[in-house]
């Protein structure tokens, strides 16, 4: 079956620190996509980034870096130099294929980060 | 440069009530689904919808009807609201059915249900 695990139901930092969100994934599949969704204190989910499960190069967008092990089934998301408008809600997610041709993608339980000033 | 629409933003039903969720996206987005996101739960699938005409389940669908009559709205019908079923719901869409697809969400309703 297919799984994805955010362990860390709150994490709170001071700005400026780092800080990491966990996420691990469960499936036999070998072809599915990771992402990685932010839900702001205002409701809407925003996407972040998508991994392909054959593609293991760590991602790095500004303050915001991806490593992603299949080895260890992780796809964790780091926060360079925390801000106050990174404190969110932060869902991994996997996409993989139901049935056929027909993709699903299921959501971790979330992680809700709060940075305070 | 609207997205996906969701309406209403806030509802309150009594218990028994029925009433429809609106879910509408002007992106010609093939894909569509209907999640609830629930406290400690993430978001879970209700019901998707590959396309006009066709609809399956998800994870959670007891309790809630979709159709799919064009490709732009995506309806969510509860039949007989329940307490269990007070959530906040997000409608989503995506251009395919590949994985690597992002889904764009609407803003969610959050509903209580007394």
């Known amino acids: 079956a297919q799984k994805v695990t955010q362990a860390q139901t709150e994490i709170s930092v001071v700005e400026k620190e780092d800080v990491t969100l966990d996420c691990v994934y469960e499936?036999?599949?070998?072809?599915?996509?990771l992402f990685w969704y932010k839900q702001p204190p205002s409701g809407e989910l925003v996407f972040l980034i998508r991994r392909n499960s054959f593609d293991e190069q760590n991602e790095i967008s500004g303050r915001y870096s991806w490593n992603f092990q299949k080895s260890t089934s992780s796809f964790n998301f780091t926060i360079t130099a925390s801000q106050v408008v990174d404190s969110a809600v932060y869902f991994c997610a996997l996409s993989y294929y139901y049935g056929g041709a027909t993709n699903k993608l299921i959501f971790g339980t979330g992680t809700l980060l709060a940075v305070q000033p | 440069n609207a997205g996906v629409t969701q309406t209403p933003k806030f509802q309150v039903l009594k218990t028994g009530q029925s009433m429809t969720l609106q879910c509408a996206q002007d992106m010609n987005h093939e894909y569509m689904s209907w999640y609830r996101q629930d406290p400690g739960m993430g978001l879970r699938l209700i019901h998707y919808?590959?396309?006009?005409?066709?609809?399956d389940q998800g994870e959670v669908p007891n309790g809630y009807n979709v159709s799919r009559s064009t490709t732009e709205d995506f309806p969510l019908r509860l039949l007989s609201a329940a307490p269990s079923q007070t959530s906040v719901y997000f409608c989503a869409s995506s251009p395919g059915r590949e994985l690597n697809t992002e889904a764009f969400f609407g803003q969610g309703t959050r509903l209580t249900v007394v």
């Open positions: 919808s590959v396309g006009a005409g066709i609809t």
């Open positions: 499936t036999r599949d070998t072809t599915y996509y």
